[in-house]
């Protein structure tokens, strides 16, 4: 096996370097064989079977054509759960993690909200507010049928009860005052950043879950304002992943829909990555 280590790691690292190439080599074998790094480290004299090579071949070549290792695997980590993910949805990023975090930390100790997750994708957000907030009635939206079979598929084998629902956020109407959180990480990155980003998202992503117009880069989240206006409650928050360079245009965006209270957040090393705004209460406020 260490002859077969070292050819992965000659043909991975020119593309993704040392670090990342060790990460997906323990992806590959356990994917392939279950094993953990401990495994792997103690197990480096044993011999691989011609099947087990002749996959791990299959995998660099896919890796070397700039697919992502999380749709050959299927499997996508994404707060402290293994996500199915296939082209029909986008990857689960880390910075999305962020906006799990920011609604559970607000929200830890509240019952029985009922939380709408427009655009779903996966369900990544929809099942880990689902499992994080206390008897909470979580619905995911997305206009993709493929996206839902995907997320409805992880909430069965996550055991998690989430409501999913096939609809067009442009044509969506909330009954009012009938929910506590709106969440989404919609569209939003320009079509002029397009020839900035990498060949695995540009070759293998859907498209129409990462690009906006540049005429107007906002065009989701003004209409998620309004969506989230009509369907919260006074009080209730609106959460949303963002694009850093339409950080203050968001501001003004949310502002302008009524929305009090309006902050842009840094999540780690990522600067105006996430918004909070909520729904002015009773009092105005």
């Given at each position: 096996?260490?002859?077969?280590?070292?050819?992965m790691?000659?043909?991975?690292?020119?593309?993704?370097?040392?670090?990342?190439?060790?990460?997906?080599?323990?992806?590959?074998?356990?994917?392939?064989?279950?094993?953990?790094?401990?495994?792997?480290?103690?197990?480096?004299?044993?011999?691989?079977?011609?099947?087990?090579r002749?996959?791990?071949?299959?995998?660099?070549?896919?890796?070397?054509r700039?697919?992502?290792?999380?749709?050959?695997?299927?499997?996508?980590?994404?707060?402290?759960?293994?996500?199915?993910?296939?082209?029909?949805?986008?990857?689960?990023r880390?910075?999305?993690?962020?906006?799990?975090?920011?609604?559970?930390?607000?929200?830890?100790?509240?019952?029985?909200?009922?939380?709408?997750?427009?655009?779903?994708?996966?369900?990544?957000?929809?099942i880990?507010?689902?499992?994080?907030?206390?008897?909470?009635?979580?619905?995911?939206?997305?206009?993709?049928?493929?996206?839902?079979?995907?997320?409805?598929?992880?909430?069965?084998?996550?055991?998690?009860?989430?409501r999913?629902?096939?609809?067009?956020?442009?044509?969506?109407?909330?009954?009012?005052?009938?929910?506590?959180?709106?969440?989404?990480?919609?569209?939003?990155?320009?079509?002029?950043?397009?020839a900035?980003?990498?060949?695995?998202?540009?070759?293998?992503?859907?498209?129409?879950?990462?690009?906006?117009?540049d005429?107007?880069?906002?065009?989701?989240?003004?209409?998620?304002?309004?969506v989230?206006?009509?369907?919260?409650?006074?009080?209730?928050?609106?959460?949303?992943?963002i694009?850093?360079?339409?950080?203050?245009?968001?501001?003004?965006?949310?502002v302008?829909?009524?929305?009090?209270?309006?902050?842009?957040?840094?999540?780690?090393?990522a600067?105006?990555?996430?918004?909070?705004?909520?729904?002015?209460?009773?009092?105005?406020?």
């Amino acid at each position: 096996m260490e002859e077969t280590l070292k050819m992965m790691r000659r043909r991975l690292a020119p593309l993704y370097g040392q670090a990342e190439s060790r990460a997906i080599i323990e992806i590959i074998f356990k994917y392939l064989m279950g094993w953990n790094r401990v495994d792997l480290l103690m197990r480096d004299d044993k011999e691989l079977s011609p099947t087990i090579r002749t996959r791990i071949g299959e995998i660099l070549g896919r890796l070397e054509r700039h697919e992502p290792i999380q749709y050959i695997t299927g499997i996508a980590p994404f707060y402290g759960m293994d996500l199915h993910v296939d082209r029909n949805v986008l990857i689960p990023r880390h910075e999305t993690e962020g906006l799990v975090d920011m609604i559970a930390d607000h929200y830890r100790d509240r019952r029985d909200l009922r939380v709408l997750d427009i655009a779903t994708g996966s369900g990544c957000i929809a099942i880990a507010l689902a499992r994080n907030l206390p008897f909470a009635d979580v619905t995911g939206l997305d206009i993709s049928e493929g996206a839902l079979a995907v997320a409805r598929r992880n909430g069965k084998e996550l055991k998690t009860a989430v409501r999913w629902e096939h609809a067009d956020i442009f044509t969506y109407n909330p009954e009012p005052e009938s929910l506590d959180i709106v969440v989404s990480n919609p569209p939003y990155v320009r079509e002029s950043e397009r020839a900035g980003m990498e060949a695995n998202v540009l070759d293998y992503e859907p498209q129409g879950a990462i690009f906006v117009p540049d005429s107007d880069p906002l065009i989701f989240y003004s209409r998620i304002a309004e969506v989230a206006m009509e369907g919260l409650v006074p009080g209730g928050g609106l959460f949303l992943e963002i694009n850093p360079l339409e950080a203050d245009n968001l501001r003004k965006l949310l502002v302008q829909h009524g929305f009090v209270r309006v902050e842009i957040v840094d999540y780690m090393d990522a600067k105006s990555r996430l918004a909070a705004a909520y729904k002015p209460g009773k009092d105005g406020e």
